[in-house]
């Protein structure tokens, strides 16, 4: 089994930044491709962020480019997004997942474990 707990998670005012984190336990972290995803209160989960095991490709949704930079330490066995130029339509909870097999990102019925999820709030 694998285990996936999110951090970093709060409350900012647009424009801000956020870093969440997203530590991984119980299977070799490097044999994952990692996902975020978030989901706002009556929306559907909707795709982030993702990252290859090696960390060599990066793979963003369109309302994040240019704002949101994933990133993993495969050492550590964490997994980072880091959030800039915060928007309040940011606000939702935020997810990290893994998955064995590739590509489909974007697509969260392909991951196989996901966390709890942390609460990310953007004031206007």
Known sequence: QVQ?????GGLV???GSLR???AVSGRT??????GW???APGKEREFVAAIRRSGGSTYYGDSVKGRFTISRDNAKNTLYLQMNSLRPEDTAVYYCAA???GPSY???GTYNY?????QVTVSS
Do not use: D, I
């Open 29 to 34: 972290f490097s044999s994952y491709n990692m």
């Open 37 to 39: 995803f978030r989901q």
């Open 13 to 15: 005012q647009a424009g």
């Open 99 to 101: 998955k064995m097999g």
């Open 20 to 22: 969440l984190s997203c």
């Open 106 to 108: 974007s697509n969260y």
């Open 114 to 118: 996901w966390g709890q999820g942390t």
């Open 4 to 8: 996936l707990v999110e951090s970093g």
